[in-house]
C-alpha cells in the first residue's frame, strides 16, 4: 500500500470518527412551563387574597358606620322648643359658626368648621337639618330679622358648595329674639352672632 492509499484510509477512518462522535439531536416536545404554572399559581393566590381584603374592609366599614351612627344618635338632644315640624333635635358635633358685626360672609376659620359640619352630614345621609340665624341685639327687630335670614342662606349655600344637599337643609332667622348670652358686652355680642344648626329628623 502506498504512502497515499495509506493517507486516504486515515483521513476516512478520522472522519467515520468525526460523525460516530457527534451525538444525534433529539427533540423534546416542551411540557407547560412550570414557570409559568407557578406564575398563574401566585396570581389566583394574589386575587383571592385581595378579594378577602376587599371584603374584609366592607365588613369594617359597615361596623364603623354602625359605631358612627350609635355616636351620633347619642349626640342628639331634644330642643326645648318644638319646631314647625315637630320634635327637634340638637347635636354637640354639629358646631356653630359666627360673624362679625353687621356681616354675613363666611371667614375662614368658619369655613372650616362647615368643612366638618358637611362631613358628619355625609355620614348621615338621612338627617335634615335647620340653620338658625341670629344677631345680637344692636339694632331694630327688622334689620336684625333680614340679617339673620342672610347669616343662615350664607352658611347653607357653603354646605351645598361641599356637597350637602340643598334639599336637606332649611332656614329660619331668629335675629335678636334669641340670644346665646344675654349680656350686653362685645363678648356677649360675639356669641350671638351666629349660625346654629339643628337635627330636624334622623
Given amino acids: 500500500m502506498t504512502g497515499k492509499s495509506v493517507g486516504i484510509l486515515i483521513f476516512i477512518l478520522c472522519f467515520g470518527l468525526i460523525l460516530t462522535g457527534c451525538p444525534k439531536k433529539t427533540v423534546v416536545n416542551e411540557e407547560p412551563s412550570v414557570k409559568k404554572e407557578e406564575a398563574a399559581r401566585l396570581e389566583a393566590e394574589k386575587a383571592a387574597k385581595e378579594a378577602r381584603e376587599k371584603e374584609l374592609d366592607k365588613i369594617r366599614e359597615e361596623e364603623a358606620k354602625k359605631e358612627r351612627e350609635k355616636e351620633f344618635e347619642k349626640s342628639l338632644v331634644a330642643k326645648k322648643e318644638p319646631g314647625i315640624e315637630g320634635e327637634i333635635f340638637e347635636s354637640r358635633l354639629l358646631k356653630d359658626i359666627h360673624f362679625d358685626f ?10 372650616e368648621i362647615l368643612k366638618e359640619n358637611a362631613a358628619l352630614l355625609s355620614k348621615y345621609s338621612t338627617a335634615k337639618v335647620q340653620i338658625e340665624g341670629h344677631c345680637d341685639e344692636r ?59 339643628i337635627i330636624l329628623s334622623k
Wanted: charged share 30%; hydrophobic share 25%; proline share 6%.
Fill in 102 to 111: 353687621d356681616k354675613y360672609d363666611i371667614r375662614p376659620e368658619d369655613a
Fill in 139 to 197: 339694632g331694630t327687630i327688622e334689620y336684625n330679622l333680614a340679617l339673620g335670614e342672610r347669616r343662615a342662606n350664607s352658611t347653607k349655600k357653603y354646605l351645598n358648595s361641599l356637597g350637602v344637599s340643598p334639599n336637606r337643609i332649611s332656614t329660619i332667622s331668629y335675629g335678636k329674639e334669641r340670644p346665646l348670652d344675654p349680656g350686653h358686652n362685645e363678648e356677649a355680642w360675639a356669641k350671638n352672632r351666629r349660625a346654629h344648626t
